[in-house]
């Protein structure tokens, strides 16, 4: 994807139009680091149209619910076990379509901010509890 296509249609047409959902100043976007979303193009357009971003570090999938969603529906994909390319395309339906509720939404986004919390504090966690201070500065 170009900078300029993502740009005039995911920002202007999906993000910009979001931003009355969120209290001023509440809403940051967080993208990963896809050329289209780090390029000068892309970081100047969403400076004139005043969208705040979160820096997302290289190399991060367990900050990013997308990663857990496309891990999901490969699972999901391995389990049914479609024969052809119209089942496979029916399979991926049926994932978007039953497994993707909010509620499934609201637990990817909960399991990253926790990722992101755990990465922040400087301890070494082991499910979520700190299991020693080894990487505590």
């Not at 193009?41 to 997302?56: A, D, H, Q, R």
């Not at 699972?75 to 339906?93: F, G, N, V």
């Not at 379509?97 to 990817?108: L, N």
Request: net charge positive.
């Amino acid at each position: 994807m170009k900078s300029a296509f993502y740009c005039n249609h995911n920002i202007k047409e999906i993000v910009a139009k979001s931003g009355h959902l969120f209290e001023a100043g509440q809403f940051q976007l967080v993208q990963d680091n896809h050329p289209a979303h780090t390029s000068n193009y892309t970081k100047s357009y969403l400076e004139n149209v005043g969208i705040n971003t979160f820096m997302w570090p290289p190399q991060s999938p367990d900050w990013n619910p997308p990663e857990f969603a496309w891990r999901d529906l490969k699972r999901y994909i391995e389990d049914k076990s479609p024969k052809s390319m119209a089942e496979l395309q029916d399979t991926i339906h049926e994932f978007w379509a039953t497994k993707v509720t909010p509620a499934y939404c609201r637990k990817i986004i909960r399991h990253s901010i926790n990722n992101i919390k755990k990465s922040y504090d400087g301890l070494n966690h082991e499910k979520d509890k700190p299991r020693d201070t080894l990487y505590q500065k």
